[in-house]
């Protein structure tokens, strides 16, 4: 036949289930060491406030940079002003030397006739008449460039009592600083009749003495390209006052170096 088996230990109080009071779950804490746990909080809520300082450190650091951006732009755009004024500045400069030095080459240039001509009085043979001067326009070299001596030449022509008169002429206007020693040469050189006394008359009645025949020269040279400013000895020797004293003021302001 069927038996039962039946457990009556399940039954006693020890083996009952307290049931929880008011219905709720029972809380089972942690127990033994809780510092992972008090680490794990303050790391959760450290972590957000630091995050949260960060981010407003770099705010206030974003906001002061930008300041400073704005500080280097408008300093930027000053200088750049300044900077294209002082360019402007320069430029004029520039060109207000180069319209001096310009100037000075001009005026350094600058051969009074007064001079030359007392040099030629220095330098003339007793024994050679000087019946005219012409100055020689400046030769001009290639298309668009300056002309080779802008001086220009003299050109010379009188009569000599002899070739050889000519000749120490010649070689005086050689040593004149005033004109080129190389550029001195004679062109023409011919015997003609001396002419006749201005005033006097020949007698009809008496026999007629022909004179004895003169040279009839022309020397032609070229201006010196010499400064004036490295001639003032000369020129004060000249008796040309005016033009050394302009020199030297100029020398004195730095124009024209010593």
Same mark, same amino acid.
């Given at each position: 036949m069927y038996s039962l088996d039946v457990n009556f230990l399940k039954d006693r109080p020890a083996y009952q289930k307290k049931p929880d009071r008011k219905g709720g779950i029972a809380l089972k804490f942690p127990t033994g060491n809780l510092t992972p746990v008090y680490v794990g909080v303050g790391l959760g809520i450290g972590l957000p406030v630091?995050? /949260?300082? /960060?981010w407003w450190f770099l705010q206030g650091k974003i906001v002061e940079l930008e300041g400073t951006i704005a500080q280097l732009n408008q300093e930027s755009t000053r200088l750049d002003t300044e900077i294209g004024n002082l360019n402007k500045i320069k430029a004029e400069t520039i060109a207000i030397k180069g319209e001096t030095q310009a100037l000075v080459t001009v005026f350094d240039q600058i051969r009074p006739w007064s001079a030359m001509l007392q040099d030629l009085r220095d330098r003339i043979p007793a024994a050679v008449q000087i019946e005219n001067i012409k100055q020689i326009p400046p030769v001009a070299a290639a298309a668009g460039q300056p002309p080779n001596n802008p001086a220009g030449g003299l050109e010379i022509s009188g009569l000599a009592r002899s070739f050889?008169?000519?000749?120490?002429?010649?070689?005086?206007?050689?040593?004149?600083?005033?004109?080129?020693?190389?550029?001195?040469?004679?062109?023409?050189?011919?015997?003609?009749?001396?002419?006749?006394?201005? /005033?006097?008359?020949?007698?009809t009645n008496a026999v007629?003495?022909?004179?004895?025949?003169?040279?009839?020269?022309?020397?032609?040279?070229s201006m010196s390209d010499v400064p004036a400013s490295e001639l003032i000895r000369e020129l004060e020797k000249k008796g040309t006052v005016g033009l050394v004293t302009r020199i030297r003021n100029m020398q004195q302001t730095g124009v024209i170096l010593k």
């Open positions: 630091l995050l /949260g300082v /960060g050889n008169d000519v000749n120490d002429f010649l070689l005086s206007l050689q040593q004149s600083r005033f004109l080129k020693s190389t550029e001195s040469r004679i062109l023409t050189a011919t015997l003609v009749d001396a002419p006749l006394i201005p /005033g006097v008359d020949q007698p007629i003495i022909k004179p004895p025949q003169v040279v009839k020269y022309t020397i032609q040279s």
